[in-house]
């Protein structure tokens, strides 16, 4: 994410490309794009839960034939022609789909929440009803994207139960910032405190708003990107956006401001 704190107030810079290669974090920059975990994080998650990508696959029916029926040749298909093979119930497209594009899910998912708690859940969810609706898929070589618009979803419907249940007292209001699964090893403290309070004022606003926030200054993505992943029109995405940030600007403190002015 690229934010700059000035005079104690946040500002939104050019966003950095979310799968980028980790940098030295710089104390003092006030940019703490550097500063989150990239998504190899989330590919070691799902190394480690390669197993439960099989029993997603199982859940249809096999159809495989050819190359595929021997497990040839998969990691080298393209989306697309896995997509097509997995409507088809071949169980190891549907297996290379999850494997190839389980961790950008998963980064996806923890960026929103602010939180590793219950996401491994919320991806395996989404990658099911995926799975289930390929057929509905127009352009097959989009499916990236359009999984990445079920997760969002998923992760907005329990943003929305957890409120009303904090609300009725039935449940926590929000749940803590997981700066373990957020920020980069190389993340310095003050810039570990900046994503700790960006993120502890976001859990305040309502989820459609903190959800375009984060897909636009935190994931990066082009007004239009974000339009389709939130299933709403660019400009309700504009107003969502700009709400977030006057929020952020108004109430974000940088300590190092604090610290100048004592």
């Known amino acids: 994410m690229a934010l700059r704190p000035q005079r104690g107030r946040l500002r939104l810079v050019e966003p950095v490309v979310p799968a980028a290669p980790v940098v030295e974090a710089q104390e003092g920059a006030g940019d703490v794009g550097s500063a989150f975990a990239p998504e190899e994080r989330g590919r070691r998650e799902v190394r480690s839960g390669g197993a439960r990508a099989g029993n997603v696959g199982d859940r249809r029916p096999s159809a495989a034939t050819g190359p595929t029926e021997r497990g040839a040749g998969l990691t080298e298909l393209p989306d697309a022609q896995l997509v097509i093979l997995g409507a088809r119930g071949d169980v190891r497209a549907l297996e290379q789909l999850y494997r190839r594009h389980a961790a950008f899910a998963i980064h996806l998912a923890t960026r929103i929440e602010g939180s590793a708690r219950d996401v491994e859940d919320i991806v395996h969810d989404a990658f099911l009803r995926a799975f289930e609706r390929l057929g509905d898929l127009v352009d097959p070589a989009a499916f ?45 403290p003050h810039m570990r405190a900046q994503i700790a309070q960006i993120y502890a004022l976001l859990q305040t606003l309502p989820a459609d708003e903190r959800i375009a926030w984060i897909l636009r200054s935190v994931e990066g993505h082009d007004l239009e990107t974000v339009a389709q992943m939130t299933d709403c029109s660019l400009a309700t995405v504009k107003r969502r956006i700009s709400r977030a940030q006057h929020f952020l600007d108004g109430h974000f403190v940088d300590p190092t401001s604090n610290e100048a002015s004592s």
């Open 144 to 188: 990236r994207a359009w999984l990445g618009s079920i997760v969002v979803h998923k992760v907005r419907s329990r943003m929305r139960r957890a409120r009303l249940l904090g609300l009725l007292g039935m449940g926590k209001s929000s749940e803590p910032v997981d700066l373990d699964a957020l920020a980069s090893p190389a993340a310095s």
